[in-house]
């Protein structure tokens, strides 16, 4: 991740099995205040190893699901980002 503009601290919260292989249920990750979603999702796998499950992962900003990878997010610091798993059960 390119990030020659300015960053931000986001805190990321990882749910199931994001939390298994990230091995932490939350973390702070600085970011650009402007990226889009792909290269997000790039980087987070990238960085917490989840890559096994990198297609079906689920992206949140501040409670708001990402619908459309190629969408450019605006971050402020503190701000929210949760990984979740597509979960299964009944």
Same mark, same amino acid.
């Given at each position: 991740?390119? #990030?020659?503009? $300015?960053?931000?601290? +986001?805190? /990321?919260?990882?749910?199931?099995?994001?939390? !298994? &292989? #990230?091995?932490? $249920?939350?973390?702070? +990750?600085? /970011?650009?205040?402007?990226?889009?979603?792909? !290269? &997000?999702?790039?980087?987070?796998?990238?960085?917490?190893?989840?890559?096994?499950?990198?297609?079906?992962?689920? &992206?949140?900003?501040?409670?708001?699901?990402?619908?459309?990878?190629?969408?450019?997010?605006?971050?402020?610091?503190?701000?929210?980002?949760?990984?979740?798993?597509?979960?299964?059960?009944?």
């Amino acid at each position: 991740m390119n #990030a020659d503009g $300015p960053v931000v601290n +986001v805190h /990321v919260l990882f749910f199931a099995k994001s939390r !298994e &292989l #990230a091995n932490t $249920p939350r973390s702070t +990750v600085e /970011v650009p205040t402007e990226i889009t979603a792909t !290269e &997000l999702l790039d980087h987070l796998v990238s960085k917490f190893g989840l890559t096994s499950i990198r297609d079906n992962l689920i &992206l949140a900003h501040n409670e708001s699901y990402i619908d459309n990878l190629s969408d450019r997010i605006l971050f402020k610091e503190g701000d929210e980002l949760a990984i979740i798993p597509p979960l299964s059960g009944g």
